[in-house]
């Protein structure tokens, strides 16, 4: 018996050492990103994980984007604190058409955070004193491979969700994306189907579950691109504050987009317009609203030797609190971080003049009007680059900022109904100290308009100002 089971133990290592090896080649890419705030008269608050009602009244919870994150008026104190956050990106291929993708992230909100804030900012509070904190977050684990006889490229995991990530979708989930390209010398189309799972309750209950599904479709024509997208959500649950209720929020988007490269001449527009309905019959208030949001914005930029030349404008409808079963204001779809609209100003946006190559690279982003991006206001800017050495860009950018929502302010808290947020000046700096380092500062100043006002204290809160710095290491 011992001589067969020896005999048969050689004979399956012969036969396993024999096998052909399936090679993998492993790569890694990701940042490690450090960033320094000292700012007046802004607040700064941790997201919130919730999934609230479509329309709570007044928008102190960021009621659309399902975070606690915008800019207002704030403190008249100065604060200042230093964030980090790293990103690993790691790929196992195994062939062209066949990948392992993992994206995992450390992020600590404020050095020196203690245990609490992990509440309210998941895990992601590595910058304990002594460390050793709980703080490693996966944004993907998704198998990537091409359907055999066709250009289609799937991806079905826990993955990257992105549609003009600037203005309208860029969030981790799971789901499924496929997204082909196909090539007619000059016309290259492109398209990106996807359904991303936004939440599943019990398993034998479909009236808690909640998608998003959409399609982006483009066309090309060597440096001049366009195309459109459609997108629907479909929420069958929220939060009213107290308790989850059952009830519809059917949301949809339309948008038109185009990016132009001519010579020393750029170009971008976008559109969006966002419909659709949600009825909570159970929530107290009863909700029943009707959405009716759009926002434009476009961007033209000349080149000029070292000199880069820019104007840019943006309107984002708001909403009218004189009708109360209609939403006017601009939305996206839940949770959605696409708030960088090419990073426009320091104060507004929250990420002008940072390097930060994959994205949304600090908690939540800086200052910004909640997760509705372009939502209440309207701005026109002016802005200039110039790259004195190939290691020192310098950058100046000046703008007007208008509130486009009626019956209330988008920002400020008093009664009135104003319209002017306010002019915002901001200046920056970006070094290239290494091939893979970069430390980049800017500051920014707005002077605040009556649209920005707020009572706290008895003291009216005005003209904020940030001074932001980020060391980023790029591999």
């Known amino acids: 018996m011992k001589k067969a089971l020896l005999i048969g133990l050689a004979v399956g290592l012969a036969v396993a050492l024999a096998a052909p090896a399936f090679a993998i080649d492993w790569s890694a890419r990701g940042e490690i990103a450090i960033m320094g705030a000292y700012y007046k008269n802004i607040d700064k608050s941790y997201p919130v994980a919730i999934m609230p009602l479509p329309y709570a009244g007044e928008p102190t919870t960021s009621v659309y984007g399902g975070v606690l994150d915008y800019m207002m008026p704030g403190s008249d104190e100065e604060n200042a604190w230093v964030q980090l956050r790293t990103v690993l990106v790691i790929t196992a291929r195994a062939s062209e058409n066949l990948a392992g993708i993992w ?11 203690d245990g609490s804030m992990t509440t309210s900012i998941g895990t992601g509070a590595a910058g304990q004193w002594n460390a050793d904190a709980i703080a490693v977050e996966v944004k993907s684990c998704l198998i990537e491979f091409k359907v055999p006889q066709t250009p289609v490229v799937l991806r079905a995991g826990i993955q990257n969700f992105q549609v003009r990530p600037h203005m309208f979708l860029l969030l981790d989930g799971a789901g499924v994306t496929a997204r082909a390209k196909f090539n007619f010398d000059p016309v290259t189309l492109g398209f990106n189907a996807f359904w991303g799972k936004m939440y599943e309750g019990v398993d ?13 479709m483009s066309i090309g024509v060597g440096n001049i691109k366009g195309g459109a997208f459609f997108a629907y959500q479909a929420l069958r649950q929220a939060y009213d504050g107290t308790a989850y209720v059952e009830g519809d929020d059917m949301r949809w988007w339309l948008g038109a987009y185009s990016d132009i490269k001519v010579g020393p001449v750029g170009a971008t527009l976008d559109f969006i317009y966002n419909g659709g309905q949600a009825d909570f019959q159970g929530a107290s208030p009863v909700q029943d609203i009707d959405f009716e949001g759009w926002v434009i914005r476009g961007e033209l930029t000349y080149i000029l030797n070292k000199f880069k030349f820019g104007m840019g404008g943006l ?13 006017e ?3 996206v779809p839940l949770n959605s971080e696409a708030c960088f609209f090419n990073k426009d100003f320091v104060i507004l ?3 002008w003049g940072l390097f930060n190559p994959y994205g949304n690279a600090f908690v939540g982003g800086l200052f910004k009007p909640r997760s509705n991006i372009g939502e209440g206001v309207w701005y026109v800017r002016g802005f200039m680059d110039y790259q004195v050495l190939s290691w020192l860009k310098l950058m100046a950018n000046f703008g007007y900022i208008g509130d486009t929502s009626e019956n209330w302010d988008t920002f400020g808290r008093d009664a009135s109904d104003d319209d002017s947020i306010g002019w915002e000046l901001d200046l920056g700096a970006q070094f ?14 707005m002077w605040a308009g009556d649209a920005f006002d707020e009572q706290t204290g008895g003291n009216n809160i005005n003209d904020p100002w940030a001074w932001i710095s980020t060391l980023t290491f790029i591999f």
Request: charged share 25%.
């Open 315 to 327: 309107y984002g409808s708001g909403d009218d609190r004189a009708t109360a079963e209609e939403y």
């Open 329 to 331: 204001g601009y939305t």
């Open 349 to 351: 946006t929250g990420d």
């Open 204 to 216: 034998h209950t479909q009236a808690d579950d909640q998608d998003l599904y959409g399609i982006d």
């Open 103 to 113: 994206a995992f992230e450390i992020d600590s909100g404020r050095w020196g955070e």
């Open 432 to 445: 290239q100290i290494y091939p893979n380092l970069y430390f980049n500062t800017t500051f920014g100043y």
